[in-house]
């Protein structure tokens, strides 16, 4: 089966906000993504709001809810109690849970299930109470898988950044790609769905979609982003659709 496509809307939202203007406009820009085709949209509010807003939530949730009811909002964040109370009142289909801290650049790791199972365990049982989907964060590393079903998530999201690291290099990929597979293979037996994301391009997905055929879903802002700048949004994401197997 195809891998469903979630536009991450990151990078759009901080190229708007380099100015204090409303364009590029996130909504507007998801809507042409999702009109292209893309099965949901993807953003990671951090607390200093340096791309997403905590106010262009409702408006992407209404734009889901009113125009592509069958497509839906996934939302990335470290779990503090404001993140919970957040994602608690928009109410997205899928909260990704990662491990960062707020002045990272950028999400660069997996969680340590064994060792923050404590603050893991308690959060994804109040958001699955709550009906959401729980996706995890999770590095190449096939002997942590059993320690996140042990905690009753959904899902979990491979870092993919050191594949995505190897652009230029097929020699480098190969082993990342089975490093990522093998992991893959660990989370089917334990009964986790698999998501991807990170550095994701058009050139490398192809790859990655041979070795893991049942990946149920990729997140791809950046490189997607970047890409649109050259072929427009919806080309971009019709690109993205094909690599992904659709």
Not at 71 to 90: A, H, K
């Amino acid at each position: 089966m195809p891998a469903k496509l979630s536009v991450n809307l990151n990078a759009v939202a901080m190229l708007r906000n380099r100015r204090d203007l409303p364009w590029p406009s996130v909504t507007g820009l998801g809507r042409i993504a999702l009109e292209a085709g893309a099965h949901g949209l993807t953003v990671h509010p951090r607390p200093d709001q340096r791309h997403i807003r905590f106010s262009d939530l409702p408006d992407l949730r209404a734009l889901i809810d009113d125009e592509f009811p069958s497509c839906e909002f996934n939302i990335e964040g470290y779990p503090s109690e404001d993140f919970l109370e957040l994602v608690e009142r928009i109410e997205p289909e899928q909260v990704t849970l990662v491990p960062d801290d707020p002045a990272q650049a950028t999400s660069d790791h997996g969680w340590d299930f064994e060792g923050q199972g404590g603050l893991l365990e308690p959060v994804i049982a109040r958001l699955k109470k709550s009906g959401f989907r729980v996706s995890l964060f999770s590095d190449a590393e096939p002997g942590g898988i059993a320690a996140a079903k042990a905690l009753e998530a959904d899902r979990v999201e491979l870092y993919t950044g050191p594949y995505g690291g190897c652009y230029d290099n097929p020699q480098k990929a190969a082993p990342e790609i089975e490093k990522l597979g093998k992991t893959a293979d660990a989370a089917r037996v334990a009964g986790l769905a698999v998501n991807a994301g990170h550095d994701l391009t058009v050139a490398n997905l192809p790859a990655l979609m041979r070795r893991i055929p049942d990946l149920a879903e990729v997140s791809i802002g950046h490189g997607l982003t970047a890409d649109a700048l050259e072929y427009g949004m919806a080309e971009t994401v019709r690109r993205f659709l094909k690599a992904c197997g659709n």
